[in-house]
């Protein structure tokens, strides 16, 4: 540094000098010794810098490309990390849909199959049921059957016996009418 001091008060000194001498200092004009000296100057200033300036900041350049280039891919990785991430939840949700679909249809399919199961137990309840009236009413209509064919029995005894006069005993008219009641028809039987 402090020879770049040195090299550019001495060329100032010498442009002073050289207008000193009673040429008249203009910009626009070339002189050759300041030609000279700028270019020295300028080389001398491009090796200073070169060896004191250029090399560090292309350390830091290069340092810095690289850092940049690492956290670039650490950003790819970290991307590539995140897409595998949501794949995998994707993967993961759609199992999940599967399985509650699956789920649903079971369950759809159970319920299905109890209402069914249900429906088939009350047929066959209201079936019983049905079979159970049928036989109390028949049984109600033998019975009621038979009542009647006793009551006719004794209306017709009763008849007999104000008829006859009370020539033949109470079994004996019994005796015959239902000795007729059995010789009836069948179909005739039915009908009492």
């Known amino acids: ?77 970290a991307q590539a990390e995140a897409e595998q991430a949501l794949e995998q939840q994707k993967q993961v949700l759609d199992e999940q849909r599967r399985e509650a679909s699956a789920f649903l249809a079971r369950a759809k399919e159970e319920a299905q199959e109890a209402g069914n199961e249900l429906l088939q137990k009350a047929r066959q309840e209201a079936g019983e049921l049905v079979e159970r009236s049928r036989r109390q009413i028949e049984e109600e209509k033998t019975r009621a059957l038979a009542e009647l064919r006793t009551q006719a029995v004794d209306l017709a005894i009763q008849a007999a016996g104000h008829l006859l006069s009370k020539t033949l005993d109470e079994e004996s008219h019994r005796r015959i009418v239902q000795e007729y009641i059995d010789s009836l028809p069948a179909h005739l039987k039915a009908r009492h």
Request: charged residues 20%.
């Open 1 to 77: 540094m402090a020879l770049l001091y040195e090299v550019s008060t001495s060329a100032a000194s010498m442009l002073a000098g050289s207008a000193g001498e009673g040429e008249s200092f203009s910009l626009m004009a070339v002189h050759p010794g300041t030609l000279i000296w700028t270019i020295i100057i300028f080389v001398v200033l491009l090796l200073v810098l070169g060896k004191l300036l250029w090399k560090p900041v292309l350390k830091a350049v290069g340092e810095r490309e690289k850092r940049i280039r690492d956290a670039l891919d650490r950003a790819d990785k």
